[in-house]
């Protein structure tokens, strides 16, 4: 019965640490879209904080905040909490992230244009509750269950962590 449920503990202990490190990449790449996206629209290089250079433009900012911070992602996900398998076709894998990112960038910004659009919430409190807490919260659910089946899959036969 031991030998049994090494296997199965095995299998708990890889996605639990495959876990931690996506957890890892995206907890440090969720503070530098945080910031990126506060200094785009709530800082003013002549006036300090207050609205910034994009506060009108709320979705823009954080499209390129997605954007760049998606590059990043992808790296730290690619090389170390992936690294484990097989490098796949690079321009196979690059689609796939894209088409992943690109929903789950439209599930965060949906988050942020309801605060903004619908409830006409436009301070840097419901900015970051909707756009930045409960859009990355949505979004980090959807990357991590679909990130290692379609981004970085396991080889074919191999045994699934």
């Excluded at 199965?8 to 530098?32: E, P």
């Excluded at 439209?106 to 409960?134: E, H, K, P």
């Amino acid at each position: 019965m031991i030998a049994k449920d090494s296997p199965s503990k095995a299998a708990a202990l890889a996605h639990a640490l495959r876990g931690s490190k996506f957890l890892i990449v995206g907890g440090l790449v969720f503070f530098f879209d945080a910031a990126m996206y506060n200094v785009l629209v709530f800082w003013d290089p002549a006036n300090g904080w207050g609205q910034g250079l994009m506060h009108g433009s709320p979705i823009v900012a954080k499209i390129v905040t997605i954007a760049t911070a998606s590059c990043l992602t992808y790296l730290g996900n690619r090389f170390w909490t992936y690294g484990d398998r097989d490098k796949p076709q690079t321009a196979k894998s690059i689609l796939a992230f894209i088409i992943v990112n690109v929903i789950a960038s439209a599930l965060q910004l949906g988050c942020l244009g309801f605060s903004r659009y619908v409830l006409g919430l436009d301070s840097a409190l419901a900015d970051n509750v909707s756009g930045t807490f409960i859009g990355q919260a949505v979004s980090t659910t959807f990357r991590y269950f679909t990130y290692g089946r379609f981004v970085f899959p396991e080889a074919k036969g191999s045994d699934a962590a």
